[in-house]
């Protein structure tokens, strides 16, 4: 079974910035739909940003556009989330997911819809104290 690994959550004060990485802990093509949700206590589900890692295309919410950033190391096959000028209202356990259907695109109406995903990281937790 495929798990996703991440790794970079913590802790850190308004205005910080923080990295997470995730990477699949098994083959599962290079031209997939990754993305990642969060969950605050208390709050639904949220898809944040993806990425289509066939031709590095991103896509964001807007509750983080112009704060987030996501990359690529098609080497290391592992994806990054670049959190900047972060806020308290970004704290929740960030999931890394995965499309298993390769060659299928991000779409602008559905990469936030969690059943888009087959493959799930078990979180990483982001505290963003004021």
């Known amino acids: 079974q495929v798990q996703l690994v991440e790794s970079g959550g913590g802790s850190v004060q308004a205005g910080g910035s923080l990295r997470l990485s995730c990477a699949p802990s098994a083959y599962i093509g290079v031209n997939n739909c990754m993305s990642w949700f969060r969950q605050a206590p208390g709050k639904e589900r949220e898809g944040v940003a993806a990425i289509y890692t066939g031709d590095g295309s991103t896509y964001f919410a807007d509750s983080v556009k112009g704060r987030f950033t996501m990359s690529q190391d098609k080497a290391k096959n592992t994806i990054y989330l670049q959190m900047s000028s972060l806020k308290p209202e970004d704290t929740a356990v960030y999931h890394c997911?995965?499309?298993?259907?390769?060659?299928?695109?991000?779409?602008?109406?559905?990469?936030?819809?969690?059943?888009?995903?087959?493959?799930w990281g078990q979180g990483t937790q982001v505290t963003v104290s004021s």
């Open positions: 997911a995965a499309d298993w259907r390769e060659f299928r695109e991000c779409r602008d109406g559905t990469w936030y819809e969690a059943q888009e995903y087959g493959y």
